[in-house]
């Protein structure tokens, strides 16, 4: 019986599997593809197997610094996001206060704001402060959905830590500071993890705000490839394998924080 | 868990940078927008205060309305899919080991992705001459076609959505299980208890937090989606696929001026306030009931 439901569960794992990176290995496919091939023929493997589409990203300015660009604006945001959300998360998962609850819903609000009609407002203001085209202008824009997500999250991880600890830490003499740093933030080390992770995410793919906010010296890819895209018809060899050097990063991130997704499990213990 | 924490008013200062934070980089914007609605703008020096002009002309958009359902249709549907299937998966995944780190990465691939390449992507992958998707579903023998059947341009983009989004909530789930002490299962165990009963009383009372966030970044993230279907159907064919994020769009920058827009954005955020509100407070009294243990909905 256990054996059993066992199987069923890595079945349905291996076929997710399956569904998750079936697209991925189109993209990948693409990507040693000349635009020719990928358009005039269905076929499972590059039959003109080149590397000029990565060449091409490699060796253009105007490709690579848009990586930088964006690991710029990512960890300016991640290490924003992250350092104002936890306070805030602790106070929330620790005290009332007045209007706690309201504000903690209204932080989430501020996520549901479509985009597309907010742009001009946003470009405005950063006009008007004179951080267009600067990485930071991204950063702080990119605030509006990171840092009620991160300070929603922590506080999901930090509810699960029994006050007690808080207690016996001050009863031991402990100052705040001290205590957030020294014993707190090393037990939800996996909620900061999987917050960093999702701040990181969320910002990477963001085009519209990332667009509107830059035009030449911190560009991020994703506003780079749409360049690309409507330049002289659609260049989707390159564009192919600009997708897939984006998955690298996000990839590497996700491959630092696994252990603090996957050991969830110390959070519970003390 | 719930029992009452100490009031203390001076929580407000750790939570004063966030605050601060948000209302820098939303508050101010959505100030703009309200200015924008209420206005006729001609050009930065002229502009005429028209009041709820706008708000009435774009209540009576019949256009809209219809968006607005197919909307609700959407976000519903990746609702019913995505959260049952993420916490399938997030139970499916390995807990230990290199395999665990494997498909951790495997499942998060498709969330690094941005989001004009997915579309992209599927723009491709759906093609019945060069996509791997289009020319399965054609050795199959359905008469697939994303660009001239509505109803085939509304699964595509579903499925994409779900091929998309799903890892999100199975990662947040994941986390959630992960932490859930193992004296909890030990005591399970011992009981006797099922792995159904398992998973009801243990794991999804445990999974609460995360899951709320899930079902609400899912849902806000679905009723604003742009990019993706934008790229890959360009809202067609017809009106099958035009969202109301893209209708908007369509709006402000083709037919409309500023202020029409403007209102529409207003009202469009009102409706997610809305319906997120309900969710949330939904959610909230049903997990209350689950701790309980005495509510078998």
Known sequence: ?270 | MITTKPVNQKAWWLVLPVVICVAFSAVLPLMTVVNYSLQDIFSPERRVFVGTEWFALVMRDEELHAALWRQLTFSLAVLTVEIPLGIMLALAMPAKGWKSSAVLVVVALSLLIPWNVVGTIWQIFGRTDIGLLGAMLQEMGYDYSYTGNGTHAWLTVLTMDVWHWTPLVALLCFAGLRSIPDAYYQAARIDGASKFAVFRYIQLPKMRGVLMIAVLLRFMDSFMIYTEPFVLTGGGPGNATTFLSQYLTQKAVGQFDLGPAAAFSLIYFLIILLLCFILYNWMQRVGTDSKEGSDHE
């Open chain 1, 1 to 270: 019986m256990n054996e059993n439901r066992f199987q069923k569960r890595t079945l349905f794992l291996i076929l997710y599997i399956v569904f998750a990176l079936l697209p991925i290995y189109w993209m990948v496919n693409m990507s040693f593809k000349t635009n020719e091939e990928i358009l005039s023929s269905f076929s499972f493997f590059p039959q003109h197997f080149t590397w000029d589409n990565y060449k091409t990203i490699f060796t253009d300015p105007a490709w690579y610094d848009g990586y930088i660009n964006s690991l710029i604006i990512v960890a300016i945001n991640m290490a924003i996001s992250i350092t104002v959300a936890l306070p805030a998360a602790y106070a929330f998962s620790r005290y009332s206060f007045i209007g706690d609850k309201h504000l903690f819903f209204w932080l989430l609000t501020n996520r549901m704001t479509p985009p597309a009609v907010f742009l001009l407002p946003f470009f405005q203001l950063y006009s008007t402060l004179g951080l267009m085209d600067t990485h930071l202008a991204v950063a702080l824009a990119h605030l509006v959905f990171n840092v009620p997500l991160a300070v929603w999250i922590l506080e999901g991880f930090m509810s699960g830590i029994p006050r007690e600890i808080d207690e016996t830490a001050y009863i031991d003499g402990y100052s705040f500071p001290r205590f957030f740093l020294t014993i707190f933030l090393p037990l939800i080390k996996a909620g900061v993890g999987v917050t960093a992770f999702f701040c990181f995410m969320f910002s990477w793919v963001e085009l519209l705000l990332a667009r509107t906010l830059t035009s030449v010296d911190a560009k991020p890819i994703v506003a780079t490839m749409t360049r690309t895209v409507s330049a002289s018809g659609m260049d989707w060899a390159t564009l192919a394998a600009a997708g897939v050097l984006t998955i690298v990063p996000g990839a590497i991130v996700i491959w630092f924080v696994r252990h603090y997704i996957a050991k969830g499990f110390a959070m519970g213990r003390v």
